[in-house]
């Protein structure tokens, strides 16, 4: 019983360490670039005018959304034209950019 115990913990603490280097890596890896906004440029999409509370807060999400992103690296290709294919594989902002682009998001003004 007891080494099925420290085998569990072994296991749980390998899988905590393994979490904790790949999330390490991608902040030392990150350069702080906000790509949010040339995602927005290279789709022609733009925040609504004139700019509600709502709309605000929507792109403020899809910031946060942005900076946590782990697809960095692919994001960064698609942006340089090596990565073929719409975004939607990848960058979890392609709905929201899509909507901001056709002018199909539906404010509500406060
Ligand atoms: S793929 Fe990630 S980093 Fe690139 S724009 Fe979308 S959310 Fe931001």
New binding site residues.
């Given amino acids: 019983m007891n080494a099925l115990l420290i085998t569990v913990l072994a296991v749980l603490l390998s899988l905590a360490a393994l979490a904790a280097f790949v999330s390490g890596r991608r902040v030392i890896r990150d350069d702080g670039r906000l790509?949010?906004l040339e995602?927005m440029q290279r789709r022609g999409a733009a925040l609504p005018e004139p700019l509600s509370e709502p709309a605000v807060r929507n792109q403020a999400h899809a910031l946060r959304?942005?900076v946590t992103?782990p697809?960095?690296d692919?994001?960064d290709e698609w942006l340089r034209g090596s990565r073929t294919g719409d975004?939607y594989a990848?960058?979890?902002?392609t709905h929201y950019i899509e909507q901001l682009r056709q002018g199909r998001l539906a404010f509500n003004r406060v």
């Fill in positions: 790509r949010l995602m959304v942005c992103c697809n960095k692919l994001c975004s990848f960058c979890p902002n």
